[in-house]
């Protein structure tokens, strides 16, 4: 089993519409969770970070944490063409100060 | 601040060269993470320091991979000899606050030939 597992889409999703990228981790240890964001030919870029249960709050970006689901999820809304990207799911627990990244699951948003 | 810099940006060798990346961190940030992209594997760490000392370099594939951190500014990844499954893109990513607020450099594609 993978350490922190995405679904490598494509996910398709029209212009306006709200984008719902999920991830699962494997270890219970962990504590802090992050989302970074990668375009085709760049470096990942952190957009956001959440540390407990519930949903934080971005702009048009929300995340969301359950521990005891070992899930977390960011959603888009009104997605835009530029959201086109690959999202990185990462998480870290707190005794090694290191981030174990997801494969990424490329979204698509299509005018 | 001009960032992570690495180089080079991209490099093409032959099998069984040695082939070494360079890394300068943010002034100030005491931690630098290595990590290597590829698209079956994604983004794997391979080593990481923590001012200049390395704390964790499970991720190092073999013995012909090696890191140094010589100062708080410089870092360096070698691989010798080179094989074509080293192929990838290499990125260096620092940090002030471990694995809070990584910022990552703008890579290196390696392609061994």
Redesign the interface.
Known sequence: QKEVEQNSGPLSVPEGAIASLNCTYSDRGSQSFFWYRQYSGKSPELIMSIYSNGDKEDGRFTAQLNKASQYVSLLIRDSQPSDSATYLCAVNVFRFQKLVFGTGTRLLVSP | DAGVIQSPRHEVTEMGQEVTLRCKPISGHD?L?W?RQTMM?????LI?F?NNVP??DSGMPEDRFSAKMPNASFSTLKIQPSEPRDSAVY?CASSVQ?????T????TRLTVV
């Open positions: 931690y993470f990590y594997r994604g983004l794997e760490l990481y923590n704390i964790d990125f471990g694995a809070y607020g990584y990552f450099g703008s890579g």
